[in-house]
């Protein structure tokens, strides 16, 4: 049986569709959602499905949907605090009650979706929180894959999703900072697959991969191609990331999915490029390139945004 925690995610939901199409794979897909009120958007996917309820921060719920599990599939993670629920309550501690958990259960392996360039000894809490986790996780002595991946993207992600929802504002689309970032986008379904071909794989045991697209683009130029798919006209202004930092900072506070938030804000100004990509040579995908997989931000529209950023409705 294979356990996945973060089931109801973007990558989860993508994951566990991928696991469904192939035959290959466990019997029955155990997916660890927080609340019940999930269950049914579960058991839609099929009977080969098993909804359990389940919280990282609560070891006591780990044990029982550990029961029977020989795989972990890892993605429960926050990518911003708010109130109880913080990244180093979910990611850190999150994760080390996973791979306890795991290891009171006997799993036999454990794959984890992570950011790349997680690392504890970073200053962005995404990366250090989820670095702490990987650190833990590699030395508990218990056969894991980590995947690292740049920013991902597909039809209802939240970060090309908001840089559209941001263009349709006219006349003008802010750049944070000179734009020159490099980033290696990956698709949510590429992503998907590499992690498919994780299980039963020897190759992977006990590794840490980078898993990105194939191309290296700027934030600006992701920019540039989110509003040409929009067909949209826009002046684009650079901003200080000093002076986006404070009204970010104010949405953070007042808003309940703000469209930007902090530790997003920060590491927009940092490479996040791979340095020995394994999503084709080890994984055997094509990376889909991020102009060709982007046509669903031409739903997306202003109203949609402000309806999420106020907690009204989501992405997916």
Not at 149 to 165: C, H, P, R, W
């Amino acid at each position: 049986m294979i356990l996945i925690t973060g089931a109801n995610g973007y990558v989860g939901t993508h994951v566990m569709k991928t696991l469904l199409a192939n035959g290959g794979v466990e019997p029955t897909i155990r997916a660890m959602v927080r609340s019940q009120t999930r269950f049914e958007k579960i058991r839609r996917l099929g009977s080969r499905v098993e909804p359990v309820q389940g919280d990282v921060t609560d070891p006591a719920s780990l044990d029982a949907a550990m029961q029977g599990v020989q795989t972990v599939i890892h993605l429960a993670a926050v990518n911003r605090d708010r109130g109880a629920v913080t990244m180093e309550r979910v990611n850190a501690q999150g994760a080390i009650n996973v791979v306890d958990a795991a290891k009171r259960a006997g799993v036999k392996h454990i794959i984890t979706v992570v950011g790349l360039g997680a690392d504890a000894s970073r200053p962005y809490p995404l990366a250090h929180t989820q670095g702490v986790g990987v650190d833990y996780l590699m030395a508990s002595g218990i056969p894991y894959t980590v995947l690292e991946a740049s920013v991902i993207f597909g039809e209802g992600d939240e970060f090309i999703n908001t840089l559209a929802g941001l263009a349709r504002i006219p006349p003008i689309m802010i750049v944070p900072g000179d734009g020159k970032s490099r980033f290696q986008p990956i698709a949510v379904q590429d992503v998907a697959t590499c992690v498919m071909r994780s299980l039963d794989n020897p190759q992977v045991i006990n590794a840490r991969l980078q898993i990105c697209g194939g191309e290296v683009i700027t934030l600006e130029h992701i920019i540039d191609a989110v509003i040409a798919e929009l067909g949209v006209k826009r002046v684009k202004l650079h901003m200080p990331v000093g002076l986006l930092r404070i009204a970010v900072g104010v949405m953070d506070k007042v808003l309940p999915k703000p469209p930007v938030t902090p530790s997003l804000l920060a590491q927009l100004g940092v490479d996040n490029v791979a340095t020995n990509n394994a999503t084709e040579k080890v994984f055997g995908v094509q990376p889909i390139r991020l102009r060709e997989g982007i046509g669903y931000v031409r739903a997306m529209t202003l109203g949609f945004l402000i309806k999420r950023s106020l907690g009204r409705a989501e992405y997916r």
